[in-house]
């Protein structure tokens, strides 16, 4: 890109997400927003992606044959464990498309290569977990009685961590079948810990 196409991407890309972020906090309380978030929110991620040469070359090598047998794996195991325990299977498919594929190629993938080529990607493993947080602070907007006492506070706590572990392995791992396959998989357990034990930890009901 010469330095006016990538300022203008930048710009681009700064717009885009304040969009997705506008749409996610209204979808807790719309259905109609939710379905345009779900809709809108891949379309803006794949252009995003499309106009970056070096973001196409690296979404090959997050799906190299190992990625995929991993995803797979995770998958196919969570299929066969609900499927033992009588729950549905379409909610592991819909819980892999959202929030996990959006959130981790949003957050993960274009957030963190697009402003790790400005600011570096420590610092910007940084960011996309302040951003992931900020996305759920709707949650306590709408919901406020359901995090009562320190849970009000501890739950942007909460999903600011885990943004920064899901980033710490991208980072590691430069791929995100990782962070990708342990998202799902926190939360498709959800179903299996009882209520009172949901603080061990927190995070786990649901992120």
Known sequence: MSQFQHRWYVTVF?????????????A????????????????IIGVLIYLDRDLMIRLRFNFSPKDIVIIVSVVSGWL???AVYGYSLKYVFDTLYYPVMLEEFNFRFLVTNVLGKLI???RATVVQAFLY?????SVLYYAPLGYPGIYFYLFPLDNFMMGL???ALYMLRKSISTPMS?????YL??????????FLPYTLSPV
């Open 14 to 26: 700064f717009i885009s997400e304040v969009i997705i972020i506008s749409l996610f906090e209204f």
């Open 28 to 43: 807790y309380n719309s259905v109609e927003f939710f379905y345009l978030y779900i809709s809108v929110t891949p379309l």
């Open 80 to 82: 066969y464990i609900y």
């Open 120 to 122: 570096g990607l420590p």
């Open 133 to 137: 947080s900020l996305l759920y602070l």
């Open 165 to 167: 572990f899901y980033g």
């Open 182 to 186: 342990l998202h799902l998989s926190l």
């Open 189 to 198: 357990m959800d179903v299996f810990i009882p209520p009172a034990l949901a």
